[in-house]
């Protein structure tokens, strides 16, 4: 992929008044004393030129999208959905990253042009991403995630463009600040509390998100869009198709139970395995878990102390599980916690009967109240293990797919792009 460097005139000559504002930002969000040089306070960005549009096109079809990295997790993985698919309509995209990273790279199109703000921590992108507004001057922006949220609005404030800001939350915002894990996480996380109405839109990827921000923000619940995530499209059948191990399509050992996401808290596979050891006592099963994460130990810890560890499978993070998804018997998610669980949606897109957590939120709004699979309360191995036996045991599993097909990109994309769009104020 070829790169090139935004090469720009120091900030210096927009004023010393201005200079000097960006020397204390810097040091309150915490860049490196050595790095206060002019072009790398207002961010000489990199640019992973996906096509030959020119760095500074000034159109008014110029869209942006603003995010962390494409480290892997559901988030990142809509943004570059959303991303492909405002291209493919026609649209100048933007994909601006704080540090350009993560196995979702190669999934970004030639339509699409990825910004490196080249910066391993959020809060550092923020001159950075104020001089890619102040240059670039998008239409509009998209953020994602809460800390991105809050420097995208900051960004936003001191670079005084008309760029229209809306910012997305993919899960509950009560949630992320009780589970901040330092102060620059909390006090991002209550900054964005307090300047979320400073955005032009605001959208939520389900209904109880939206609802638990209405109250925790203080916003108007008439100001939040819900927009359900683009999980479905022609992409995930075409990954879907590809071969898969022998191993995953073999029937010997039983049936083939799945789940998907960060080995984290949040997705509680500690009770997922609990269950599965219950299961295990009934009939014969293997459980695969796909991703990676901080609790990998104590997750093989506990599958050893159940004595199941020989039938549960952490592969870590795999580039293409849909295959593994639409051969298995079963997909689970346990999770404590949620916004919309893409996982849940693309494995029912598979085709893959599912047992789900009643976990705020995404589920019941997906499983419309366990209409399309058991929903179980959180935490609870036992009504797990259940729900598990039960749905392996159904001989004619609800249509799934057909339930699937509501979440797909076109209905998504059409979302997003009557709030960015919007002329409403």
């Known amino acids: 992929m070829a790169i090139a460097r935004l090469v720009s005139e120091p ?26 040089s002019a072009d790398q306070l207002w961010g ?28 892997g997790g559901g988030a990142e993985r809509v943004m570059v959905t959303l991303a492909n698919s405002f291209a493919e309509r026609g649209y100048e995209v933007d994909l601006v990253l704080a540090s350009a990273e993560g196995p979702y790279l190669d999934e970004v199109e030639d339509g699409v042009r990825v910004v490196d703000l080249g910066c391993p921590r959020v809060r550092r992108s923020l001159p950075g991403l104020v001089r890619y507004l102040k240059r670039e001057r998008p239409r509009a922006m998209l953020s994602a995630m809460g800390h991105a949220n809050a420097i995208a609005l900051v960004a936003r404030m001191i670079a005084r463009v008309p760029t229209r800001l809306i910012v997305s939350e993919r899960t509950h915002f009560s949630v992320s600040l009780e589970q901040a894990g330092g102060f620059w996480a909390r006090l991002t996380g209550h900054l ?28 108007p619940r008439e100001r939040i869009e819900v927009v359900f995530n683009p999980a479905v499209g ?63 130990g104590e997750l093989e810890k506990e599958a050893e102390n159940l004595g199941v560890s020989s039938n549960v499978y952490l592969p870590g993070f795999v580039d293409n599980p849909f295959p593994v998804i639409t051969r298995a018997d079963l997909f689970v998610l346990s999770s404590a916690w949620e ?16 047992v789900s957590t009643d976990c705020p939120s995404g589920p019941d709004e997906i499983l419309e109240g366990g209409r399309w699979g058991h929903l179980v309360p959180v935490g609870d191995e036992t009504a797990l293990a259940e729900a598990m036996v039960a749905t392996l045991d159904e001989c004619t599993p609800p249509d799934v797919v057909a339930r699937a097909a509501e979440f797909s990109v076109d209905r998504a994309a059409d979302g997003y792009l009557a709030v960015m769009l919007s002329n409403k104020e």
Do not use: H
């Not at 050992?253 to 050891?277: H, N, Q, S, W």
């Not at 916004?339 to 599912?354: E, K, S």
């Open 339 to 354: 916004g919309l669980p893409n996982g849940l949606i693309q494995a029912m897109a598979c085709g893959t009967p599912v």
């Open 44 to 71: 000489r960005g990199v640019v992973r030129k996906r096509n030959s549009r020119s760095a500074c096109s000034g159109k008014e079809d110029k869209l942006a999208l603003y995010l962390p990295s494409l480290r």
């Open 11 to 36: 900030a210096v000559s927009d004023g010393n008044r201005e200079f000097r504002r960006m020397c204390w930002l810097s040091w309150f969000i915490g860049v490196p004393r050595a790095s206060r």
């Open 192 to 219: 964005g509390r307090r300047i979320y109405r400073r955005a032009d839109g605001i959208i939520a990827v389900s209904e109880g998100v939206s609802d638990d921000l209405a109250v925790r923000a203080g916003l």
């Open 234 to 296: 022609r992409w995930l059948e075409a990954l879907a198709a590809e071969p898969a191990n022998e191993f995953w399509s073999s029937t010997n050992g039983g049936p083939l139970v799945v789940a998907m996401g960060r080995l984290t808290e949040a997705k509680d596979f500690t009770t997922l395995i609990r269950a599965f050891a219950l299961l295990r006592e009934q009939l014969s099963a293997r459980l695969v878990i796909l991703g990676e994460g901080p609790l990998r």
